[in-house]
């Protein structure tokens, strides 16, 4: 039995309607499959890629998170600080004011505290002369400064009196460190001597801890 689609011999060389239309469903078929494999490749790349992009978020955190560590590690104490044996202590004075209101005594007073308390401490030759010391220690008491009513985000200090301890290395008159230490706010005359001491024997203290320094037992 002849092929209704099959073209006869004046047209042979024409496709009829019949042989286009199973020609596209030949390629239909034969590209199907080859479809629903490519959209099951791209199924799989979205769903694989993503672990892969987190961890890959991950490992890019890592060197971040280590700077942040690095960045907050604490830097060295200078040598000379905790290898000195022998200290002058300089006294740089106070501001005007100060004495004998609000507090008790003369602008020497924190001088000679802090004196006696290295002295007492028996962990450094306090020597006289500059020239002989390794450290020099100068201690200066400030006056308040600034708007009486500070404003912390605006990054004003609080107008309180303050030591300032700066440490010198005596050969070569660089400083290699400062520590400071305000005196609490008060309104009796009792009152401020004592937060006097407390802020001198906290930036003792602190010196201290910053030196390595322990107390002399007898």
């Known amino acids: 039995m002849a092929n209704s689609c099959e073209p006869d011999s004046l047209h042979a060389d024409q496709k009829t309607p019949c042989s286009l239309s199973e020609s596209n469903d030949a390629d239909y078929r034969k590209n199907q499959p080859i479809a629903q494999r490519r959209k099951g490749r791209i199924r799989m790349r979205k769903i694989t890629s993503k672990p892969f992009a987190a961890l890959g978020l991950l490992f890019a955190m890592i060197p971040a998170a280590s700077q942040r560590q690095?960045?907050?590690?604490?830097?060295?104490?200078?040598?000379?600080?905790?290898?000195?044996?022998?200290?002058?202590?300089?006294?740089?004075?106070?501001?005007?004011?100060?004495?004998?209101?609000?507090?008790?005594?003369?602008?020497?007073?924190?001088y000679n505290q802090l004196y006696g308390a290295l002295k007492t401490q028996g962990s450094y030759e306090l020597v006289t002369d500059p020239s002989q010391a390794e450290l020099v220690l100068e201690l200066r008491l400030t006056a308040p400064y600034g708007p009486s009513n500070a404003d912390k985000q605006k990054g004003a200090s609080d107008p309180l009196p303050m030591f300032r301890l700066v440490v010198y290395d005596a050969g070569t008159h660089y400083v290699l460190w400062a520590l400071s230490?305000?005196?609490?706010?008060?309104?009796?005359?009792?009152?401020?001597?004592?937060?006097?001491?407390?802020?001198?024997?906290?930036?003792?203290?602190?010196?201290?801890?910053?030196?390595?320094k322990v107390p002399a037992t007898n």
């Open 181 to 212: 230490q305000a005196i609490d706010l008060a309104y009796l005359q009792k009152s401020h001597d004592r937060n006097f001491d407390d802020a001198l024997s906290a930036l003792f203290v602190e010196f201290e801890r910053l030196s390595g």
């Open 70 to 110: 690095a960045a907050t590690a604490p830097a060295p104490v200078p040598p000379a600080i905790r290898a000195a044996k022998r200290i002058f202590v300089s006294n740089a004075g106070s501001d005007a004011g100060l004495f004998p209101h609000p507090f008790s005594g003369d602008p020497d007073r924190g």
